[in-house]
Structure formats: C-alpha cells, structure tokens
C-alpha cells in the first residue's frame, strides 16, 4: 500500500475516529475553508496555511504541540466547577497542575441573573481564593439574557412573542432585559473589584443574540471607565450574532450579521482587554473540515487586533469535538493550527 493510500485515524466533530486517506484529508480542509471564505465573504486561507493544517490533521502522532518558544497564554474558563474538590482546590489545580496562566471562579449555573442573588457570597470566595493563588483571577458569567424573560425573569419572553409575529413587543421587552442586564453586570463589577478580582469574563456573549452581546458590550465600557486597571475578557457564543432583535446597534454599528472581525472591532472598541473569537462545531465533518473552517473565519481578527485574541477551544468550538472532556489528540492539533496559522496570543 503506497503512502498516500494509507488510512489516516482522524475524529469527527462529536469525536468518533474514522480512518480517511491524505488525499480525503485535503478535500476536507479545502472544503472547510471554502464554505468559511464564502459564507462570511472574507478571504480564503492561502495554499501554505491549507498544507500546514493538512499536516497536523495527517500526522499518526497521539500528541502534537508547538515548537519550544511558541507557548500561548492559557486563559481557562470555569475552573471553578470542574472536578469534585473545593472551588479554590479546582484552581489551585488548574494553576499548579495543568498550567493554566490565567483562572476563573464562577458558580456552577454560571449566569449573571443567578450570581447577583448570592453576590457578597460570591465576592468574599474569591477574596479568600485570591489569597491562595499566583497567577491573575477572573470572575467570570454568562449573561445569559434569556434569564431575564418570563417565567424566570420579569421581562415579556420573547421568543415566545416571536412566532406570534409580535414584533414591536418582543424588541421593547429584549431592551427591557439589556438595561437590567447591564446594571447586573456592573454591580457584579463592583463587588469583584473590591473584593480583589484581576478582571471578569462575560462568558458565551450573544448566546440570545443581538441584544445579549449589547448588554456585554455597554457594561464593558462602563466598567473599564470606572476600573482601569480591571480586565474583562469577552469571549462570544458563535460566529455569527443572530439578529433577535435585529435593529440594536453600538457606536453606530448594527450588531445583528456580525461575524468574529467586526465583533473583535465592537470588543476592542468598548474597552475589553481579551477578545475569544468562537466558531460552533459541525458535528457531521471532521475536525479537519472544522479547524480550516475556524481558521478562515478568525483569521481577519488578526491584522486589526490590538487586544489579545483568545480562541475559544473547548467543547464544540474551535475545531474540537462537541464533548464535555474534549479528547486531547484532537485538542492539541486544534490549539497547533490556531498557534502556528494564525498567531493567536492565547487560547
């Protein structure tokens, strides 16, 4: 059997192992970065970036990594919530058994409307986790807007008012929720500033669309204002921001349609220190066709960042498989090509 007809053990986007050929492995990666540069209208990954994720895809290797001296910065959500010890023995773990550079307290329901119910709890945890640790510590949520909305919040739900093609009051009770949101998200600042916090992450912004990433957005700008010296790293919930509202705009750009350039400009423009560009997995391609196609989509951010830029490279995002324990051969080859390609400054 010659080289290129060898079967190649390579994983799906929900992480089965399935053996393709070179030559499959290429048409995959083409095609991941094709149906990219033509969804998002952006550039196509050039010839030299498709070999280089064709090899890390094609390599037999259990393991891979970047060379010695193109280590990124590791800043990991949740660290909080992710083995059965204490919250501050998980981060201690993450700092001084994973490596992480950078960890995050958080509670296990991580929405921002649940965290300023048990607020000043939540601020003297991280006051006594801080003094454990070495490395910087964030507090991070999700704004998670759908909370605000009825049966769980006072607004109207909209999405219920949607279907019902009730236009005008599913806008007013969305915008109902931003200004709440906002003011949650800047108490929460509050707090965590004076109990000693380096800085915050508003965790999958955009999850319910345009009026979400708003509400991350204005608090952001606000919260830098008041604390300078306070990161706030906003990591989004897709590529693509839906449009729930549709009309909703900051600094005169309509937030509805963005893909990861234009969300990374709006980011950096309202003062976050760290942008986490995401791209949702295909769970019927492979992790080639996934990873090319995170690529191209991210790529632009590149040449007009001036924060650091952080892919999200977890569980269904970033070319990794849609699994809460991502296996590593397919987490390392994701973090390689985001590294190597793209010369991300974290992960």
Not at 257 to 268: H, T, V, Y
Request: negative net charge.
């Amino acid at each position: 059997m010659t080289v290129s007809e060898q079967r190649i053990p390579t994983r799906m986007g929900d992480g089965r192992v399935v053996r393709l050929t070179r030559s499959e492995l290429r048409a995959d990666v083409e095609a991941g970065a094709e149906a990219a540069a033509k969804r998002a209208r952006v550039q196509p990954l050039t010839q030299e970036e498709l070999e280089h994720v064709l090899d890390v895809y094609a390599s037999p290797a259990r393991f891979t990594g970047v060379d010695l001296g193109d280590e990124v910065v590791l800043s990991c959500d949740g660290t909080g919530m992710k083995t059965h010890a204490t919250r501050q023995q998980d981060m201690q773990s993450f700092e001084q058994w994973m490596g992480a550079d950078l960890v995050e307290l958080c509670v296990g329901d991580y929405s921002l409307k649940v965290v300023r119910t048990i607020l000043p709890y939540e601020a003297q945890c991280l006051h006594d986790a801080q003094l454990q640790m070495v490395v910087p510590m964030q507090y991070g949520v999700m704004p998670n807007l759908g909370l605000y909305s009825k049966p769980d919040g006072p607004c109207e739900n909209w999405n219920e008012l949607l279907p019902k093609a009730r236009i005008d009051e599913s806008r007013a009770a969305q915008e109902e929720a931003v200004e709440m949101a906002v003011e949650d998200m800047v108490k929460l600042a509050d707090a965590m500033w004076e109990a000693g916090a380096d800085g915050l992450d508003w965790d999958t912004t955009g999850a319910s669309g345009d009026p979400e990433f708003l509400a991350a957005l204005r608090a952001t700008e606000i919260v830098r204002r008041k604390y300078p010296d306070m990161g706030v790293e906003l990591g989004m919930a897709g590529e693509f921001v839906l449009g729930m509202h549709g009309q909703l705009e900051y600094d005169g750009v309509r937030l509805a349609g963005l893909w990861p350039r234009e969300q990374m400009l709006l980011a950096q423009k309202s003062g976050a220190t760290v942008f986490g560009p995401v791209v949702n997995i295909n769970t019927g391609k492979t992790c080639a066709w996934n990873m090319a196609r995170a690529l191209t989509l991210i790529k632009p951010c590149m040449a007009d960042a001036t924060i650091p830029i952080h892919p999200n490279t977890g569980m269904g995002v970033g070319g990794t498989p849609m699994f809460v324990h991502p296996v590593v051969d397919a987490v390392c080859r994701a973090s390689k090509c985001f590294v190597d390609i793209l010369k991300v400054d974290g992960l």
